[in-house]
């Protein structure tokens, strides 16, 4: 399965590739992630819980990030496997240009399954996976243009503080 979309944010690109990069800021953005851990030149280990139609599985599996020019583009790849439900792997292509008011990221996805996912039609496959996408970089969209709702995962516990004040934007430019 095959798409692409775009969307306009309202960040420059350098603020747009730093949240594609951070692993808090992932685990926020993909539905159902549990965990998200590690980084970019390392990759990341994840662990999602899905149910596509009657069909429910925790995925564990490796996402990396390849052909990365700072601030313009990168490639997303992901492979997970969900027990017997079956398997999932894909990824993203994405790409940032400058635009007047933001960003313009635009992404080309391309997913695949099997198992007893694989089992439920690929209509049903599809749909799932145009939803997926879409919720992911709309949540991306969400964590960059109101970072108040993503927070660091390594702030102080029971703090009072504003999450602001703890977000991943401040960790990575400075400003909260």
């Known amino acids: ?22 692993p808090a800021v992932l ?17 990341y280990t994840a662990s999602v819980t899905q149910r596509v139609g009657p069909v429910k599985a925790t995925f564990k599996g490796q996402v990396t990030m390849s052909d990365m020019v700072e601030n313009q583009s990168l490639t997303i790849s992901g492979a997970g496997k969900g027990g017997a439900a079956g398997f999932a792997k894909g990824g993203a ?15 080309e996805v391309e997913a695949k399954v099997g198992g007893k996912i694989a089992q439920l039609g690929s209509r049903l496959i599809d749909g799932f996976a145009k939803k997926m996408a879409d919720q992911f970089f709309t949540n991306l969209q969400q964590a960059i243009e109101d970072p108040a709702d993503v927070t660091a995962e390594d702030g102080p516990s029971g703090s009072e503080e504003a999450p602001a004040q703890k977000g991943w934007l401040k960790k990575i430019t400075g400003r909260g």
């Open 93 to 107: 292509v994405v790409t940032l240009t400058p635009t007047a008011s933001g960003t313009l990221l635009a992404y």
């Open 27 to 43: 685990k926020a953005c993909v539905p159902g992630a549990t965990e998200v851990i590690g980084n970019p030149s390392d990759g």
């Open 1 to 22: 399965m095959k798409m692409s979309d775009q969307r306009e944010i309202a960040a420059d690109p350098a603020t747009v590739y730093a949240a594609l990069l951070d």
